[in-house]
């Protein structure tokens, strides 16, 4: 029987995530607080610093909306990898299947979600870069905004691009209706604006904040995107030279694996770009990241979806400390002394989202747990294959082996570049395994999906399933100017 409960809480969210493109929602000073979508526009806005900086948090505040890190996000990213099944109960969201098995289609509500959510935060963006420049007031912060902004709309186009391959470009407010109804980009013209935004954004950004901005986007963030960008494009020079920027930067590896996706954990030393999430006393519209509630313990904290695979289980090293900390195993005491219930639906859930019970949970479960996007971990990781790809041995060694260690395992050895780039792609899937889905992605980028995949008896199709469908909707509301995706 279907969780009712499930579908009241996923149709309220879904009907919140349905801004008009065209409409924007004011919020307060605070960084955190931010009304839900839908309020009523101000009939002046875009005058003084204040609304500038109103603005810009809008931006970050839809980076936790329902379709950009819950059920279209983890459907798309993550159990579409070896890495997640379904998870939840047979009759529960049958339609995940689709993803798991790559048989879905066009008219998939979560992927015409996933496109409305990330452009809904380009509009953000857009509306920001459009306006801000026209406000008088203290320049520098000024400056910094719009490069924000910039960095902010580069992490949405970067979603984009690798779901969907060649997206429009919409680079400031549409006011035509050939700029609201715009063809495709190229998956190359993508990837320069993208990279034009995040090298403008890193020029600005500083390199911290003081503690009321701690979640802003840094120097750090846009370099590090920017070094994943060109990693995805084998540009392995400009992944070297930008990691090693980074790496520059004062960022280190935190001791415990485990406390980074503590609530204590977060913003850490390691910590380059989080999503951030609180619950603000008295506004539980305002709380509204619903990312660890979907995947939490079924029956005890949250839905249980998107579950660790056995073969995910399999992949860590005797002695590997990421295990107990990515997995939460059905019937274990966790740390924190909570007892998972043993008679749970799933055998396995994401321990990375597991809040513990003894937190405060007002306005439900999970919803002061950071979303990890970036980390300097995975910028480690990324020097690593880089350095492998140019032959530069002493640096892999270097990079991959801090990673290990902090894991609790020896340094690797191995004996050809061959050999080391899947030590290293490896090491990729047991270090971020669910956090914020690199698996799929990675899998496409690296030319093995459709192999491994397969093999996990997915129906993976090479020359089609790297990317997925354009929603059917959006290619309606552009009269078809919108070109759909080769096999679909």
């Known amino acids: 029987m279907e969780n009712r409960l499930y579908h009241k809480k996923r149709r309220s969210w879904l009907l919140a995530g349905t801004l008009s493109l065209g409409l924007f929602y004011s919020c307060s000073d605070s960084f955190l607080d931010v009304p839900p979508e839908g309020q009523a526009v101000e009939t ?48 529960d969201a049958g339609f995940m299947n689709l993803y798991d098995q790559f048989t879905v289609t066009p008219t998939e509500g979560q992927l015409n979600g996933y496109w409305v959510g990330q452009y809904q935060g380009i509009n953000l963006t857009n509306r920001v870069l459009d306006n801000v420049p026209g406000i008088t007031m203290d320049e520098a912060l000024k400056t910094r905004l719009l490069a924000e902004a910039k960095f902010l709309r580069a992490y949405h186009y970067f979603n984009l691009v690798r779901a969907f391959g060649g997206v429009p470009i919409i680079s400031s407010v549409p006011e035509t209706p ?89 913003n850490n030393s390691e910590s380059i770009f989080e999503i951030q999430a609180q619950t603000i006393p008295g506004n539980c519209d305002a709380s509204n990241s619903q990312w660890a509630e979907v995947q939490a313990v079924r029956e005890q904290f949250g839905w249980g979806f998107f ?60 919803k002061d747990q950071n979303i990890r996007i970036l980390r300097y971990a995975e910028v480690l990781l990324m020097h690593a294959e880089a350095a492998n790809e140019l032959g530069q041995t002493g640096k ?92 679909y």
Not at 343 to 354: E, F, I, L, V
């Open 396 to 487: 892999v060694e270097s990079s991959l082996n801090m990673v290990r260690e902090r894991a609790g395992l020896d340094p690797i050895s191995y004996t050809t570049k061959e050999d080391m780039r899947l030590k290293i792609w490896h090491e990729r899937r047991v270090e971020l395994a669910l956090e914020n889905g690199e698996r799929f992605y990675d899998l496409v980028r690296q030319g093995r999906a459709e192999q491994v995949l397969r093999a996990h008896g997915k129906n993976f199709t090479a020359g089609k399933n790297e990317v997925f469908p354009i929603p059917l909707n959006q290619i309606t509301l552009s009269g078809g100017r919108l070109e759909q995706n080769p096999g």
């Open 178 to 266: 050939e700029e609201l109804n715009p063809v495709r980009n190229s998956r190359e013209e993508v990837y320069a604006f993208i990279e034009q935004d995040l090298t403008e954004a890193a020029a600005v950004l500083p390199t911290a904040y003081t503690a009321s901005d701690v979640g802003r986007a840094t120097k750090g963030a846009a370099l590090g995107m920017l070094a994943k960008v060109k990693l995805y494009q084998s540009e392995w020079q400009d992944v070297l030279s930008l990691t090693e920027q980074v790496m520059g930067l004062g960022y280190s590896l935190t001791p415990d694996f485990y406390q980074i996706f503590r609530i204590s954990g977060e």
């Open 44 to 91: 002046q806005f875009f005058q003084t610093q204040a609304h500038a900086l109103q603005a810009v948090n809008s931006i970050y505040g839809n980076l936790r909306e329902w379709n950009n890190i819950a059920f279209a996000h983890l459907a798309l990213t993550t159990v579409s990898s070896d890495d997640a099944d379904k998870g939840s109960v047979p009759g």
């Open 307 to 366: 579950t660790p695979t056995e073969d995910l289980v399999n992949a860590f090293e005797p002695g590997d400390e990421r295990k107990e900390a990515t997995i939460l195993f059905r019937g274990e005491t966790t740390p924190e002394g909570d007892i998972i219930n043993p008679n749970a639906p799933n055998p396995r859930y994401n321990q990375k989202a597991y809040v513990p019970s003894s937190v405060t949970q007002v306005c439900g479960y999970g």
